[in-house]
Each structure stands twice: as structure tokens, then as C-alpha cells.
């Protein structure tokens, strides 16, 4: 916490937009904390509370009212609906038009780029979007959305990344959130636009998050390090997610989360595992061409489970198979939970984006992903 | 090469000044190549030649000759002295007075930190300049030093790492510099200042110089993919060289540097054996203090040879062995050879900076290092 203050007082900042998620989890108190911190600094403020995924009304409304303080600096401490938010308003208290026009998909312009500077302090493991360009906005319902505004520029200015802030977090947050890094970092690891730098970050991620995961979902509050090495895999998912790209899990679970009322980190946790299987399987199927996947997805058993079965095709199902254990283990609820059934995943499958995925995959073996994660 | 026109053509690049080398490689004819692309693109353009490491009477007098031409761009194809001649000049068309005003432990002033942008083009695998904020700059003699010129904004505004350009450098050169990169990668791999994500780098760049050093130095020209891996491996320790800073091998090798005529990466390879036994040696005596250093250097000996002898302090002492067979393998000189004896090993031991080494080392146990290098 010190550090957002060393910062605030380094920038000589005068004034801010505070952000602060409203789960029922106020991880630290930061709500309180923080606030307190800005009067003893004689910042004036003003806070907004973040209340599940962003919405570009939500970023609309907020910046034309935030505007008036013409605050020097963004500050967002929360989840990764919290960082989100702050980073598009950071972007929108530089812009003319409404969000929308510049989201991914949905608008037609070019975000313009410029932006106030913005301080992301994660308190969440999940999303590392305090190392990413992009902040994600989404309309719930039928004709809904989850979409992306994107820009090189949008990358926090700071980021502050204290596992301290994370200890109160609940299972039940900690779970999903370390799945979707972990989904983060394997998609990203496989992915067509992979590097040697983005698996760098991926490696040391993995094999974090493979050490850390289920300490930090078991003993929470009693492990500073397990938070810590959770929050590492986080940020490193973000570095390699923002450089190399995604796969087929976040092709669904964008399109998921626009259409039902399901978090980010359920949906990629529960969808993960069963797309595993059948890349997996569809790698290995492929001979040749698929021996680079078929080698990273065994790369990425191995740090998991910090277990070598001698092969990478076994290496790469035993991978899979620990994913489920965890959605098991984790309760993670299935898609059918949300009122998805067998009928709506083979719309959704027609609709949803590949992304970087390293094999072909067709609408019928999307709805296959899909069905086995009802 | 296409890369660096793609970039000059992005940036609407109209005029630049050009530095290569002028060691008898000339790798893939960069010093004639690249003339002949910056006419075809109409780009004004004045061309320098770097020979050695960089003085601050070079960096001066180029960058009052180069200031008349008002360049948008510098742009250094070649090994560290001429990317580190580059970055000078970059940052002192800048600046109101001469270099030595702001050098680390010569003058009294911090830099500016304007620069006119700066493109590096590496075109050896070693110092990893393409990726760190300082430029090294030498006055060699009697009072001779060797000294950095630091700030954040000096990273380079791109890096275009392209193996190609390293097809032809020879073993003489390849192996001194693949060492440098190796010493830097170790050196920030147990600093003091280490961290999560200078460890991904130090461990990715220590997988790839232990895979490919020896094809880089044997095959040369012959395979891309060495070439590849080490420029990877160099670059990697750029980066973590930058943030976690380095030890007493480079504290030794930039005081010698200053005083006899030895190029950088000859001094590194050539110090960094004897020095790695006996910080190996002294970490194993401090017992549990001591276990994180022999921990990272056991570590550094599995990715450096590939084997894994399954203690860490027998794994670390392999490394230490590993390198002193490169010494002897690729004839690296010793220090007798630039016109040290040992007299003159006890009063450079007296003046050498420790860096973040992760041990103590007294003067004598320095001048142990000298002279086992000698």
C-alpha cells in the first residue's frame, strides 16, 4: 500500500479518480484504506464503485462526470472488472466520442490513444490486466457483448502488484481467477502468435501457478506466499496474453459473457478443461504440425503438476485432467447453470472466435467443447 | 533488414544518422547494405564508423558534427560499441554539455533523458545493449575509466534482432560476446536486486546459451538457429541486466576495461570462471544464508549443461567447470596478456565494485579471481 502512496507522491499528484470494486470481499479494506490515504495526502478525489464487468454506459457516464475534476492521475484497486473500468475511463477522459465507437467489433474508429495516466492495483489473481492494453466492457443480455478497448498506449502507467491486498480474497473468487491466468498463460503459450519472450513469461507463470494454486485457493488468508506466486502467474499471464493472444477458451468466453450472467473466470475455468481435451487430442491426431502444440501443452503438465509421465501426449493429458480436478474440486459451476442448454451451444458455437488456437476447430466441435462443459 | 525499412518508412523517417562498425567483419555487408536502403527510401542520412568501445571525446564531437544535419532518428547496426556509440549520441543531441558531465562515477549531473529516438540493430550476441538504458563509454589509459551513461528513457525505441545480421561474425567473437551474455545472465540471476520476472528472463536466456552456445560458436555460419538462440539468450540478459543490475565479475571487467586495452566480452568470459568458484565456494560456507545464491547457480548449471547432477552445489560447481572448458575450448586470452601481473591484480582488486553480488569478497579474495585469470 505504501507504494501507491510513494508513487502519488513522486508524480505530485493533486488529484484523482478512485475506483474500488463492491464485491462482498473488500480485500484489506483497500475501499477504506485508501480514501484515507488520499486525505492524508491532500489529493482530492473522487471514488466510483465498480459493480461486476464494466458496461461502456458505465465508462460513458462516468467520464463525462469525472471529467470536471480534470484528475492528473486514474487509480484502480480491485478485481479485474475495478482495473478494467479505470483503464477505459483513463482512455474515454481523452476522447470525443461515446465508447462504443472505438470498441473491438462494435465500433468503427481507432481508439485515439492518448489518456490520463492510470495506477492498476490488482486484488484479484486473474486477469493481469494490470500488464495488459486492453480493457474488457460488456452489455449483458440477448443482443449483448464483451468487447475490447484496445491500444498500445492503454498499458497502466503504474502497476502496483501486493499480495497482501489478496489474502482476504474467497475461495470462491481465488479459484475461478487462477484458472482464467492459467487458461491465460496455456493459450497464450500455444498460440499462433506465441514468441520466445511471451513463453519466457508463460514458463515462469505456469510453473508458479503450479506451486501456488492450491495453496492459494486451500490456505488463503494464512499464505502470503502462495498469494504472491498466484499474483506473479497473473501478471505474467497479462504480459503473454497482451503480446501473443488467446485461444478458443476466450473466443467462447467472451461470447458467453455478453449473452448470460456469468464471470469471466467461471466461465474460462469450467469451458477449459474440455477444450483441453479435444485440441489435445485433435494436436496429436494431426502428426507433424502438431508437435509443437502437442510439446507446450506437455510443457504446461509438467509445470502444473510438477510431474513428468515421460511423454509429451501424456504430459498433455495429464494437464487436462488436472483442470477438471480443479473445476471439480473448485465447485466450479457448469454452463448449464446459467440457463445454457444443448440447443443454445450450437448457436453459440457458430458464433464463437477462434482466436489463436493452434488447430482448426469446427462449429460442431465448439458445441462438443461446449456440451461437455454444461 | 526489411524490418528496419518497415519501421523508417512507419515512422515517416525523412532524415538519420547511421553507425556500423569497422571490425573487419563486415556481418552481411550491414555498412553497405544498409546506405544503399536508406537512398532508396530518400532518407538523408550521415554515416559513422565506430571503432572500438566508444570515448565521451567520440560521443561529443559526432553529436555536435550531427546535430547541423537535425536527424529524427539514430540508427546503430552493430555489435555493443556501436549500439552503445548510437545510444550516446542519441541522447546528447539532447543535452547542453559534454558527456562526461553526466557519466556514472565521472561527472556530477544526471542526464537529461531527452534523446532524439534510437534504433538498435545488434549484429553480435553479447552485451544485449538493444534492451538496456546505459551506453557504455571508455577512455582507456593511466586514468583511464569506463563508465555508464544511465536513464530510463534510453532504452531503445526499437530493437530489430535479426539472426541473419550474425550469420558471419566469427568464433572469436561469438564466443567472448555468447560468454558476456552468459556472465550477464548469471550476474542478475543471483543479484542482490533479482526478481520473479528478471529470473523468466535469466532462466529462458540460460535454456537457449546452454542449448545453442556451442553450435553458435562450431557451426556459425552455418545455422541460423544457433545464431537465433543466442541473440535470444543476449537479449534476455539485456533485459534482466537492466533491472536487476550485475556482480563483481562486471565490476572488474569495467575497471580493467578502462585501464588495458581488452575488449568487454574477453574480460567477462575470461573472469567469470575463477570468479564463479570462489562465490560458489563462499555461498556453500555461509550455510543457509547462502542457499538461495547456490541454489540459482545450481539452477544455472542445469540450463547451462543440460545435466543435472541433483544437488545444487553440485550442479553450481558444474557450471563453474562448464565455463572454464569454454575459457580453454575457444582460447580466450587471460589477463597476463593485456600486461597484467600480479602486483597490479592486488591494486585492482583494491578498486573493484562488488555490484550486487550475492557474497562478500574482500580485496584479497578478488585479487584471488585476478589472479586465477590471469
Chains 1, 2 share one sequence.
Not at 179 to 207: F, H, R
Not at 291 to 304: C, E, H, P, T
Not at 343 to 349: D, T
Amino acid at each position: 500500500m505504501n507504494r501507491i502512496s510513494d508513487i502519488l507522491q513522486k508524480e505530485k499528484c493533486t488529484s484523482l479518480i478512485l475506483f474500488t470494486g463492491k464485491s462482498s470481499y473488500h480485500s484489506s479494506g483497500a475501499d477504506q484504506v485508501i480514501p484515507k490515504m488520499l486525505s492524508d495526502l491532500n489529493i482530492r478525489y473522487e471514488h466510483y464503485s465498480v459493480s461486476g464487468e464494466p458496461s461502456p454506459d458505465f465508462v460513458d457516464k462516468t467520464a463525462a462526470a469525472a471529467g470536471a475534476l480534470s484528475p492528473q492521475y486514474i487509480l484502480s484497486v480491485g478485481g479485474g472488472s475495478v482495473i478494467d473500468a479505470g483503464k477505459a475511463v483513463s482512455a474515454m477522459l481523452k476522447a470525443d466520442k461515446p465508447v462504443k465507437t472505438y470498441l473491438e467489433g462494435v465500433g468503427t474508429e481507432s481508439p485515439p490513444g492518448e489518456k490520463v495516466p492510470f495506477i492498476a492495483v490488482p486484488t484479484t489473481s486473474g486477469t493481469g490486466s494490470e500488464a495488459t492494453k486492453n480493457a474488457v466492457l460488456s452489455e449483458v443480455g440477448k443482443n449483448g457483448f464483451k468487447k475490447s478497448l484496445r491500444h498500445d498506449n492503454y498499458v497502466p502507467d503504474y502497476a502496483v502488484i501486493d499480495p497482501e491486498l489478496m489474502l482476504t480474497c474467497p475461495v470462491k473468487i481465488t479459484a475461478p481467477s487462477g484458472l482464467d491466468a492459467i487458461t491465460q498463460l496455456v493459450e497464450a503459450y500455444v498460440s499462433t502468435k506465441a514468441n520466445p519472450v511471451t513463453d519466457a513469461y508463460v514458463e515462469a507463470g505456469l510453473k508458479s501457478a503450479g506451486r501456488w494454486f492450491d495453496d492459494a485457493c486451500r490456505e488463503g488468508a494464512e499464505s502470503i506466499e502462495a498469494r504472491e506466486g498466484m499474483a506473479f502467474a497473473a501478471f505474467c499471464s497479462g504480459v503473454a496474453l497482451a503480446n501473443a493472444g488467446l485461444g478458443v477458451v476466450h473466443g467462447i468466453a467472451g461470447l458467453v459473457g455478453g449473452l448470460y450472467p456469468a464471470s469471466h473466470g467461471v466461465l474460462c475455468g469450467t469451458v477449459m478443461g474440455p477444450a483441453t481435451k479435444l485440441i489435445v487430442k485433435k494436436l496429436r491426431e494431426l502428426g507433424k504440425p502438431g508437435l509443437r502444440g502437442l510439446k507446450k501443452y506437455g510443457q504446461a503438465g509438467v509445470f502444473i503438476t510438477g510431474e513428468d509421465r515421460g511423454s509429451d501426449s501424456e504430459n498433455a493429458d495429464n494437464f487436462a485432467e488436472k483442470i477438471q480436478l480443479w473445476i471439480h474440486e473448485f465447485s466450479l459451476p457448469g454452463l448449464g447453470s446459467f440457463g445454457i442448454d444443448a440447443e443454445s451451444c450450437k448457436y453459440l458455437a457458430s458464433k464463437a472466435g477462434l482466436k489463436n488456437t493452434p488447430v482448426e476447430l469446427s462449429p460442431d466441435e465448439i458445441a462438443e467443447i461446449l456440451e461437455a462443459s454444461l
